[in-house]
């Protein structure tokens, strides 16, 4: 039942969301939503706050996965890893995060 109750909304979020993303006519009936000139610099902060909370959860998960693989070498050999690679695929995330975040500072 919850199941069918979760895939039901996410199936009804999604079908809203490419109707208004391709049906531009729609999207103009839809409410707009602005914000008030002087709370900028509060929005602005709390999107710097966000990306520096998310860069340094990424760069928490790197470094504990590091950690766990470093303390438990008999896993890398059980589950045929190598440790650069997991570490790779690990900050690949991070680097990306990094990316947007600067992208969208410059844009």
Not at 9 to 15: G, K, Q, Y
Not at 19 to 47: D, R, T
Not at 86 to 95: I, K, S, V
Request: net charge positive.
């Amino acid at each position: 039942m919850k199941r069918t109750l979760w895939m039901t909304v996410t199936l009804v979020v999604v079908v809203g969301w490419l109707l208004l993303a391709y049906m531009p006519g729609l999207a103009a009936h839809m409410p707009m939503l602005a914000w008030p000139a002087w709370s900028l610099p509060l929005l602005g902060g709390l999107v710097a706050l966000a990306a520096v909370a998310a860069l340094a959860i990424q760069a928490w998960i790197v470094y504990a996965t590091d950690q766990a693989l470093a303390a438990r070498p008999a896993a890398l050999c059980e589950f045929n890893l190598r440790r650069s690679a997991e570490a790779f695929w690990t900050l690949l995330p991070l680097l990306m995060t990094v990316a947007l975040v600067a992208a969208v500072w410059l844009a």
